[in-house]
């Protein structure tokens, strides 16, 4: 693995299944009474926030403490940033306080990738989301939710699974993920396009023509505007958030006529098939793109991504900062010291 996590277009296919596996490993701390490693004991990481967050950033600060490493949560709002600071004189100082990763989240797509390769820090960089462009954590854990849920499902589960993976389900080959609304502003979306393109899935993007980017026709996944026509055919169908305080125009007529033909309510869910899961970043807009009895079903995996977030984020800072040591042999956990 590179030593950032900047883009899903990043990972190779060993380095993302390295990751999720790893994470699967990860999860089974947290079924312990203690739910600590000390694989980053000494390290420091930092949650830089430059952009509203409540799940990431907590799911970030969680899996660094699992870990043991020290952490420091920094948020704009309420420092020097709001005085005019330059995200060049932020980095210099995290530095001079010895970070070993920075783990960023701001509003200009491409930040992460400024800071990774400026030179003014040493450690690693991980994207948390930035802009519209990527948040590759984002759809790693959801790599990692699907895959619970779909790859070599032994009964009720896919019977298309014809896809060039290596039969073992490690992958998500061949399994049909349909991702449907404000694709425009979704960094969420592109990460999973690329993330999913990789693990060999075959991904349906769905969404009026005004909220799909120019572009979308040279990304590695199909294009519908008829949710009702692409739902009999879908593994998972993940629902994005409509991102109104990223518009500065209008999109669509009215939020109904968005709700009605684009929104996940149960008639719809009800033609999915069986196996078929329903997933969302959070936070939801409930009434808009998903009903409250769409969002509160158990096929909605809403909550357990949270969950899974953890997990995988700590698989990511793992690989990112603990070397070559085995992660999870029993007499290094906590528990037994
Ligand atoms: C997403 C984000 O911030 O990009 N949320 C998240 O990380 N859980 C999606 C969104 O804001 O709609």
Redesign the pocket.
């Known amino acids: 693995m590179k030593r950032h996590l900047i883009s899903a277009a990043d990972l190779t296919r060993d380095d993302a299944l390295l990751i999720l596996d790893t994470a699967e490993e990860m999860a089974r701390v947290a079924n312990r009474p203690i739910k600590k490693l000390p694989t980053l004991r000494g390290r420091t990481v930092v949650n830089l926030f430059f952009e509203d967050?409540t799940?990431?950033r907590i799911s970030f600060e969680a899996a660094a403490k699992r870990l043991s490493a020290d952490v420091i949560n920094f948020s704009a709002k309420g420092s020097s940033v709001s005085k005019g600071e330059s995200l060049k004189d932020t980095a210099l100082t995290l530095e001079a306080m010895g970070a070993d990763a920075v783990v960023i989240r701001h509003h200009a797509s491409g930040a992460p990738h400024r800071l990774a390769t400026s030179g003014w820090i040493n450690g690693s960089v991980v994207n948390a989301?930035d802009g519209t462009h990527e948040?590759p954590t984002?759809a790693l854990l959801d790599a990692f939710t699907m895959r619970r849920h779909l790859a070599g499902a032994p009964d009720g589960g896919p019977t298309h699974h014809k896809g060039p993976g290596d039969g073992t389900g490690r992958d998500l080959a061949g399994r049909r993920i349909t991702i449907v609304g404000d694709v425009l502003h979704?960094?969420?979306a592109r990460s999973n396009v690329h993330l999913l393109n990789t693990l060999g899935a075959e991904v349906t993007l769905v969404a009026p023509p005004t909220l799909l980017p120019i572009g979308v026709e040279t990304w590695p996944c199909e294009v519908s505007y008829d949710l009702d026509s692409v739902l009999a055919k879908s593994d998972a169908v993940m629902m994005?958030?409509v991102?109104n305080e990223r518009m500065n125009a209008a999109f669509f007529p009215t939020e109904r006529e968005y709700a009605r033909r684009y929104g996940l309510d149960a008639t719809r869910m009800a033609a999915l098939p069986g196996h078929a899961i329903v997933m969302h970043?959070?936070?939801m807009n409930r009434g808009m793109e998903i009903t409250a009895e769409v969002a509160d079903s158990e096929r909605c995996t809403a909550v357990e991504q949270v969950g899974n977030g953890v997990s995988v984020r700590m698989a990511v800072l793992y690989l990112l900062l603990g070397g070559n040591e085995p992660a999870l042999s029993e007499n290094r956990t906590e528990e037994n010291k």
Request: no cysteine; proline share 13%.
């Open positions: 967050s799940r990431t989301g948040h984002q979704s960094r969420v994005l958030r991102q970043p959070g936070p």
